[in-house]
């Protein structure tokens, strides 16, 4: 078992690389929407005049999407930016974008929108917090488990689904992978969402992601008096000195993004009143097995029925 500080086990031009992408597009969406609201320009006017959505123009300034420069050139055009802070924004812009096959396995899989964010948050951050009431993270999650888990939730395109999960386990798993401290309530490992054979198949990859070196589980039991609660699931990620933290609040069908200082910072305190509620990492691996175990006896059980 493998019981580490908190921090990276992500090194090298790699990851330098993907974090200043990471911070152009920050720095980029912020010049754009400062540069926007000082032409007067909504933007839907904005988006009108390019023949694109208004949403379009916000993943922009968001940096909620990857922009080619050809886009944003035609977007400083409307924007009727002076020759030398064009020309500068546009390299920024190139940076941003970096070459096309960062992103084309996302786009060559046709994964949505909100499955790119995972993988590009989850890519370039150093350290990752990830607290979840109710299930395994999509990460960790078996193919079975999570074709069950998204059945429910009515998830459309069913197999695309499926795809970002084995992306994003890619990243777990990589070399270049960052650091997963993740606080899990019981109930994630009591919720079942098929027969016992699936159950006993998910706390199996369970068991084993919690020894590689990058990851962190540990479980807060329901009979322990608790000093905090949070009733959804979020995700912090820390991008190092390439950008500030920002989190993610998890809904049902859409995310949250989290930017405010203030929230960030009130995230993070929540996160360190659950890991204080939580078992140690050897006991919490050691509740792992027990439940793992008991699946697989039931999963006897209802084989014989």
């Not at 944003?72 to 812009?93: F, M, Q, S, T, Y």
């Not at 917090?129 to 990460?139: E, S, T």
């Not at 008096?225 to 820390?238: A, G």
Request: hydrophobic letters at 40%; charged letters at 30%.
């Amino acid at each position: 078992m493998h019981i580490h500080e908190a921090g990276s086990s992500r090194s090298g031009p790699e990851l330098a690389t993907e974090q200043r992408r990471v911070a152009a597009r920050r720095e980029l969406g912020q010049q754009l929407r400062a540069l926007r609201e000082l032409s007067g320009l909504s933007g839907q006017r904005v988006a009108q005049a390019l023949g694109w959505s208004q949403a379009k123009v916000s993943r922009i300034e968001k940096a909620r999407t990857r922009a080619e420069a050809a886009d944003i050139a035609k977007l400083l055009d409307v924007l009727n930016v002076e020759p030398g802070r064009r020309d500068a924004l546009l390299l920024l812009a190139e940076l941003a974008a970096g070459p096309p096959e960062t992103w084309r396995n996302s786009s060559r899989t046709g994964l949505t929108r909100r499955q790119q964010d995972f993988v590009a948050f989850e890519a370039a951050a150093t350290r990752i917090r990830h607290y979840q009431p109710l299930l395994i993270p999509g990460y960790l999650q078996t193919t079975e488990y999570a074709r069950r888990v998204l059945a429910m939730a009515d998830a459309n395109d069913l197999e695309r689904r499926l795809e970002s999960r084995l992306a994003r386990r890619q990243i777990v798993i990589g070399d270049s992978a960052p650091s997963y401290e993740i606080v899990l309530l019981d109930s994630a490992l009591r919720w079942r969402p098929g027969p016992a054979t699936v159950m006993a198949e998910q706390l199996d990859l369970l068991r084993k992601m919690v020894r590689r070196p990058n990851v962190t589980v540990r479980v807060v039991p329901l009979d322990r008096e608790q000093n905090s609660f949070v009733q959804h699931p979020f995700v912090l990620y820390d991008f190092g000195e390439a950008s500030p933290t920002e989190g993610l609040v998890e809904t049902t069908t859409t995310d949250l993004r989290i930017t405010d200082e203030d929230e960030v910072e009130a995230l993070g305190r929540f996160f360190g009143r659950l890991s204080s509620s939580a078992l140690s990492q050897r006991d919490s691996l050691s509740l792992i097995r027990q439940k793992h175990q008991s699946y697989m006896d039931l999963s006897k059980t209802e084989e014989g029925t």
